[in-house]
């Protein structure tokens, strides 16, 4: 299920991807408003044979993570998008949040929804320092 997001932006700026001929990807991709696209879509990937289902963005889509969750049995991925790295990064940048506290908070919520998988670009960051930390404190990884 991948929404028409505001969110890929960080991404496709740094690209330069462009659609030839000036289209848009609203073709191809669910509306932002309506949850129950996406599970047709789910339902029809899952039909087709699919291995493994993903939600992208992450973090706008709970809701629909826990209801992708909810249908299948499948591995569910969800993807933390360049613009939820992005707004993390700028704001702790500017003082205004904790990065590694908002961080692992987002991931963790991600996982809390019913994501088996999660692709981030804090994926270096959590393998060095998230669960180092937890690794070192004798929590379990």
């Known amino acids: 299920a991948k929404y028409a997001s505001g969110l890929y932006g960080p991404f496709r700026d740094a690209v330069d991807v462009q659609i030839v001929g000036g289209g848009d990807r609203k073709g191809y991709q669910q509306d932002w408003r309506n949850a129950r696209e996406a599970l047709t879509e789910v339902e029809a990937d899952i039909a087709q044979g699919a291995d493994m289902v993903m939600v992208k963005p992450a ?80 929590l379990p990884s």
């Open 59 to 138: 973090l706008s889509y709970l809701d629909v993570i826990v209801a992708v969750r909810a249908i299948t049995n499948l591995p569910v991925a969800a993807y933390h998008v360049s613009g939820e790295y992005a707004m993390i990064k700028a704001a702790a940048a500017n003082g205004w949040i904790d990065h590694d506290t908002v961080a692992l908070e987002q991931l963790t919520a991600i996982k809390r929804a019913g994501a088996d998988v999660i692709l981030t670009y804090f994926t270096r960051w959590f393998a060095e320092r998230a669960v180092g930390a937890n690794t070192a404190s004798g």
